[in-house]
């Protein structure tokens, strides 16, 4: 299983690089712009907006998150794995923990330049603001882990008719509200929210796993 996953990381690692380099240089394209042809209140505002370079990196490994979940399924790698000797669950959790895996190296680079713009800013380089970061990526994760879920439920369906799969559909739909209400919740403790958004995204992983692990066919 773990072989899997650096195998994984490995092969996606310019997939990722190239993810930041370009998610990095949209950012600073866009302060090099606001330097030259923004108002004086958009120049003096510079800084602060140059904080925010953990939101790119993050998006950007999003994305790449997305491109390894397309090329698995375009490649039908699952179908190559399963002659492996390895148990179908352990394909299983290989398939959520990869994206995941990549989400979380752009957390760690996100949260290393984050406090570098802080100690420039002036601020504690280690701030309680590290929390924002944490929530932005634990909330991009779900939605990476969804992707994964739907396709799941998709092949459940194939299996069974539409109604035959409307509890885990039901269940999907509960999630991202549960999501939804995370996010736009009154609640003002973000470590609170962070960690009912780290849960809930482990609880669609499992989710995944579960449906997997139900699959009779491994084709798609």
Do not use: C
């Amino acid at each position: 299983m773990w072989r899997l996953v650096r195998e994984g990381l490995r092969f996606y690692r310019s997939t990722l690089l190239i993810s930041w380099a370009v998610g990095a240089a949209i950012f600073i394209l866009v302060l090099a712009l606001l330097a030259v042809f923004g108002s004086v209140q958009e120049r003096s505002g510079l800084p602060k907006m140059a904080v925010q370079i953990p939101l790119p990196i993050l998006i950007a490994s999003m994305i790449a998150g997305f491109i390894a979940i397309g090329t698995e399924r375009s490649e039908n790698r699952v179908r190559m794995q399963v002659m492996l000797p390895l148990r179908v669950g352990e394909i299983a959790v290989a398939r959520v923990l990869l994206p995941t895996a990549l989400m979380l190296v752009g957390l760690a680079l996100a949260h290393a330049l984050f406090g570098v713009m802080l100690a420039v800013e002036g601020s504690a380089a280690l701030s309680p603001r590290h929390l924002t970061v944490d929530f932005i990526g634990v909330q991009l994760l779900f939605w990476l882990q969804i992707a994964l879920a739907v396709r799941e439920v998709i092949e459940l369906r194939h299996r069974r008719s539409w109604t035959g799969a409307l509890g885990p559909k039901a269940l999907l739909v509960t999630a991202v509200a549960l999501m939804a209400l995370i996010q736009l919740g009154p609640w003002d403790s973000l470590a609170l929210r962070a960690s009912g958004a780290a849960a809930l995204t482990v609880l669609v992983m499992g989710f995944t796993v579960a449906l997997f692990l139900r699959r009779s066919l491994f084709t798609k």
